[in-house]
């Protein structure tokens, strides 16, 4: 079986094998062989910590910037309903 994950020799950098299969479900795209190969990294480096806490900051992050777009989406909405309102 040929290596999913491999680690440049001076540890820099990792690089994955591609597939060329967009996956079309939630449970086909954890089956794929990028993301396979990053759970194995993660898992074989014993990275869940650092993987959990990136993940996390990437989660409260998009969150956030939602969030302000929803905000921002509302305030103009308010306003062309009071300039209808006005007129």
Partial sequence: MSEKVKLSKDGSSID???????????????QSPEIEGFYRFIFENDLQKEAYEILDQIIQV????????????????????TKTLIR
Avoid: G, H, M
């Fill in 62 to 81: 998009r969150k956030s910037k939602k969030q302000a777009l929803k905000k921002e989406d509302d305030s103009s909405k308010l306003i062309k309903k």
């Fill in 16 to 30: 994955f094998v591609q597939s060329d299969n967009i996956p079309t479900s939630a449970k086909k795209f954890r």
